[in-house]
């Protein structure tokens, strides 16, 4: 990325908690001065800072190197070389390697990751990946829906809103049903669309007839009966009270009784 992508304070090059890299030079830049580098660690000294120092100071990840792609990989097979040839060098590492493997390195990195202050680096890009993530999810749902709207058979959600709404007077609850979504967003949905929802308390046959059908659906799944009525008329045969039904579909007695005197 580049400097000017972000604000950067005044009286700096480059912004606080971003590493500048040119991408196609492959420099890094210098907060304080404004000049490109291979190796920030080495100039930063001139400025009287340890790279440490600097990594503090410009809220940088205390492990991020302070150097171009190319001097890290450089640096990188250096250390895997020494590794390889050098007999002291894995003996030294040796008690390291077994603290890895028993997860007790992950436990102690833990621990001071909740004594140390974040470096705005990390706060930054944790920022960004869930602004990322909430960004995907949303253009997951949008998808979902557009999916359920074709599979209804509607053109776009505004015809199907007003369609299933509007014209089939369907209740709120049986549309957000229908489409897979909450109720706040149906009435968002609704509202953006220019949609106005009915009054609160006006009723329909309509209304009344889906909410009968979503209600002896959800408790058709709750016992996993395919058939509601044969199911309710067999437990009724083997001796199950009015009051058993009821704490089995989750409704009232009333409600059960209105069932089993009615298929449909």
């Known amino acids: 990325m580049t400097a000017g992508e972000v604000p950067v304070p005044a009286g700096l090059h480059a912004?606080?908690?971003?590493?500048?890299?040119?991408?196609?030079?492959?420099l890094v830049l210098c907060h304080l001065c404004g000049r490109w580098f291979r190796a920030l660690g080495s100039h930063v000294k001139a400025h009287g800072l340890s790279a440490d120092e600097y990594r503090a100071a410009f809220g940088l990840y205390q492990t991020r190197a302070l150097a171009s792609g190319?001097?890290?990989r450089a640096r990188a097979e250096i250390q895997r070389a020494r590794y390889r040839d050098s007999a002291d060098t894995r003996r030294n590492m040796a008690a390291g390697q077994v603290m890895a493997g028993s997860g007790r390195l992950t436990l102690l990195a833990a621990d001071a990751r909740r004594t140390r202050r974040p470096a705005a680096q990390n706060t930054?890009?944790?920022?960004?990946?869930?602004a990322a993530g909430r960004r995907t999810m949303a253009e997951s749902r949008e998808r979902q829906l557009d999916e359920t709207v074709a599979r209804l058979g509607f053109a776009d959600l505004e015809s199907c809103l007003r369609g299933l709404y509007q014209q089939r007077q369907l209740d709120l609850d049986t549309v957000r049903a229908e489409l897979g979504i909450g109720r706040e967003r149906l009435r968002s949905l609704l509202a953006?669309?220019?949609?106005e929802p009915r009054r609160q308390g006006a009723n329909t046959r309509a209304g009344r007839t889906s909410r009968a059908r979503l209600n002896d659906a959800e408790a058709a799944a709750r016992v996993g009966a395919a058939d509601l009525h044969r199911w309710l008329v067999e437990r009724r045969r083997e001796g199950w009270t009015l009051a058993r039904l009821a704490d089995?579909?989750?409704?009232?007695?009333?409600?059960?009784?209105?069932?089993?005197?009615?298929p449909d």
Request: positive net charge; glycine residues 8%.
């Open 15 to 26: 912004p606080y908690g971003r590493l500048v890299r040119d991408e196609q030079s492959d």
């Open 192 to 195: 953006a669309h220019g949609i």
């Open 124 to 130: 930054d890009e944790q920022r960004s990946r869930l």
């Open 70 to 72: 190319e001097v890290s």
């Open 248 to 262: 089995a579909v989750g409704h009232s007695v009333p409600w059960v009784s209105a069932r089993l005197r009615r």
